[in-house]
């Protein structure tokens, strides 16, 4: 009677039991065709090689957080002034290293120039762009180097905002070499600084619980290669 009595009590628990294998089989199908990316750089660029890999994988769904902590992420992009991989890690890394230029009206006052000191521009407003943290933070350790602290009198949430405001002569801006595009080309120039010295690296990160992720491993090298194009392209077209 007792045992009766027992077995109608666990008997929902037992089913459930029964039935997390399957559940565990289907969570880990749906798992293996999402990516989650924490994307803290480079978001543009990043969007297009996303786009494009979904075109080759149409199953694939993606999990995208940009400028916050994820802890599960299979991939995460940020950018460092000189980044070195950490000795014990067991991560995967691409780094992609720029030059950052500095993006001036193109008017007489800077006709001319090929090259610029950055403590030239000491005394003109700066346009900067808002949510790219540790890139400001480049920026800004740049012009404390050449003596001064940017006077930023805008600061917008796209580079077309930055761009447009640059061309219209109302300031100048940090401009990094390859991954930002320009649609302003005849109105704004992009100077190479000669001091101090200004560059960035982008850190693509694999991480190691997903080195199994067949997805996460093939779009970590997709992303690492679209990158590496991306570079060899602007030196085949002569760009700076």
Request: aromatic share 10%; with cysteine.
């Amino acid at each position: 009677e007792y045992g009766k009595y027992l077995y109608k009590k666990i008997e929902p628990v037992l089913k459930a039991l029964n039935e997390i294998p399957e559940e565990l089989q289907i969570l880990a199908g749906e798992r293996k065709k999402l990516l989650k990316i924490n994307v803290k750089a480079a978001s543009g660029l990043v969007t297009d090689t996303i786009i494009r890999f979904q075109k080759e994988h149409k199953e694939m769904r993606f999990q995208i957080v940009q400028n916050a902590e994820m802890e599960d992420a299979d991939i995460t992009i940020f950018t460092k002034e000189s980044f070195t991989k950490p000795i014990n890690s067991k991560d995967e890394f691409y780094i992609f290293s720029e030059r950052i230029f500095l993006a001036v009206p193109n008017n007489a006052e800077y006709a001319g120039k090929n090259s610029i000191c950055l403590s030239e521009v000491a005394e003109k407003k700066f346009i900067s762009l808002t949510g790219a943290k540790n890139l400001r933070a480049i920026c800004d350790r740049c012009c404390m180097q050449a003596g001064f602290q940017p006077d930023v009198i805008f600061e917008g949430d796209s580079t077309s905002a930055v761009e447009n405001l640059i061309a219209a002569g109302l300031g100048v801006g940090f401009w990094p070499h390859y991954t930002w595009n320009s649609t302003q080309i005849g109105e704004m120039r992009m100077l190479p600084i000669t001091e101090p010295e200004c560059h960035r690296d982008i850190v693509i990160q694999l991480h190691c619980r997903s080195k199994e992720h067949a997805a996460a491993e093939e779009y970590f090298a997709y992303v690492s290669k679209f990158f590496d194009k991306l570079k060899q392209e602007h030196h085949k077209n002569g760009i700076l």
